[in-house]
């Protein structure tokens, strides 16, 4: 079978980074999706969520370089954050207080119903890679080198795009306040 540039290995891609990124934040400080976890009274322990970080750091890897099938792991973590944070979302609803995703290593990004689409995209994206059988970025360079880095460069501008939608616009949105009315 000859290696193509699948249209799905951008958002792949996008999936893929955002997902590494979290993965090496874990790894790093993982303290503040401990405190996420056990807030919603799960195990957060730090060897726990460092564990959870490598796993996304490996599936990120495998998904970008291989593509395809290889994706899975990633269509499985993203639909379980997005159960994780939609619980998150359901209980700061009810008891008023502010849920933090801890994701990226931060403390004091909010989880909000975005959060939640935003992972479920994430993982409808992996799954029309597995679904088509996109080739990774190793193929897809051995096929047509100039589009695939095209492709991937995009890929990164656009999954910086998504982490801040994720942790400064919420941040954001907490020191402006809410939208004024006329009363």
Known sequence: MVATLSPALGPL?????????????????PAPTGLAL??????????????????????????????????????????GFAAFTAV???????????????????????????????????AAAAVAAVAVGADGVVGAMASDAGPSVAVVALALVAAAGVRALLTDLPAVRALVGPPATDG
């Open 13 to 29: 891609l996008v999936a893929a980074v955002l997902l590494a990124v979290a993965g090496v934040a874990k790894l790093r400080r």
């Open 38 to 79: 056990a807030r919603t009274g799960l195990p957060g322990s730090d060897p726990l969520v460092r564990l959870l970080g490598a796993v996304e750091v490996a599936s990120a890897l495998a998904a970008a370089a291989v593509g395809g099938v290889a994706a899975v792991p990633v269509v499985v973590l993203y639909l």
């Open 88 to 122: 998150q979302v359901r209980r700061a609803a009810a008891t008023g207080e502010t849920a933090d995703c801890g994701c990226f290593g931060d403390a004091d990004a909010p989880v909000g119903r975005t959060h939640v689409a935003v992972n479920v995209a994430l």
